[in-house]
């Protein structure tokens, strides 16, 4: 399929990105690496006609791992390929190293990642497809095939990074006309659950940076990945843990998931109440259980909901059983 045609703007600085986006409100998209983004206009799947290539700012390119700090363009390969990431931040390499093929990760970045389009098996599909079906809501329709209703879209948050990011306490700092501000990475995301907004970002707001804190640094932490084909899928879930014991006992637990639901989320109300307890195999099992009973995915991926839901307990339970049996 070929790309309609658009027009490219490349702007070499942040503020005339803003002004180029601010002057065709609603008509453009931010390109970063484009691995999500052209596909999905080739498929016809809401494409702008304007596009305001990121790539010439230098602010975005900024890769600092020994002070946590990676820039909205940091590849994935340079996530995977730095040794003092894999050291730091295991867990974070783990998932980047599952995103896609090699050839994708050269070109895909941290933070087209963080905001890659929600996936539905009813929207990802050729216009002739989604046209015999009369469309649906995220893209030239007006009703929903997973859950018939026409106020709501289930489709599924499905970047690697971002539980990942999540369990480390990312924060990521953004730009709008507006001016800056700072957000933990979870408040990125829309919680009303609705897969067609799906963050919370200002129009034309730009994500500029991740951010870890210093505390993150070198601490376990694992990310688990169920996908159909593990040579390229996206996760039909995908699960991490962070976990730092003194002794036996829990300093710090943090989880969270992706690939189930229409944002990453994340699990501080079951977690927390570990900390300073002796984190036994019986802890970790019912931990597991009622992430398990959390999670609410829906049957627009490729893999059923309850098989999906199932997983995400044994995937719980083997991620921490790894983290603590490495500690
Ligand atoms: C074959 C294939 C397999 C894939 N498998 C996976 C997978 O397993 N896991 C996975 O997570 N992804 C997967 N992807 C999707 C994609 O490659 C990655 O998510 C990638 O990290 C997206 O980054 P990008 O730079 O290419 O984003 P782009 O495609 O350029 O952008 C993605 C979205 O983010 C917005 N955006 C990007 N940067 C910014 C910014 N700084 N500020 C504001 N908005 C911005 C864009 O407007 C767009 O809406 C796959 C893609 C392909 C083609
Ligand atoms: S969940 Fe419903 S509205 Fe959303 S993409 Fe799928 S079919 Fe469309």
Redesign the pocket.
Known sequence: MHLETFELHQPTHLEDALAVASSHPGEF???????????NYKMRLNPRAHLIA?GGIPE?HTFAPADGTFG??AT?RQLETEEAVARDYPGLVEAAR????PL?RA???V???L???TRCFFFNQSPSWREALGYCLKAEGDRCHVVPQKERCYATF????APSLVVSGAQVDLLSPEGTRTLPLEELYDGRGDGIHRTT?LPG????RVRLPREARGRPSTYRKL?VRPA????ELGVAASLALEGRRVRSLRLAVGGLETRPRSFASLTDPLEGENLTDERIADLARRVQAAVRPVHNTFLAPDYRKRMTEVFVRRALTDLKEAS
């Open positions: 998209d931010y390109l970063a690496g484009g691995t999500d983004l052209l596909p990121l975005l909205a363009l994935l599952q995103v896609a093929t994708v070109s895909a970045t933070g087209g990642n905001l890659v389009e499905s970047g690697d990074l970002l707001e730009i994500l500029v996908r390229f899928d996206f996760p």
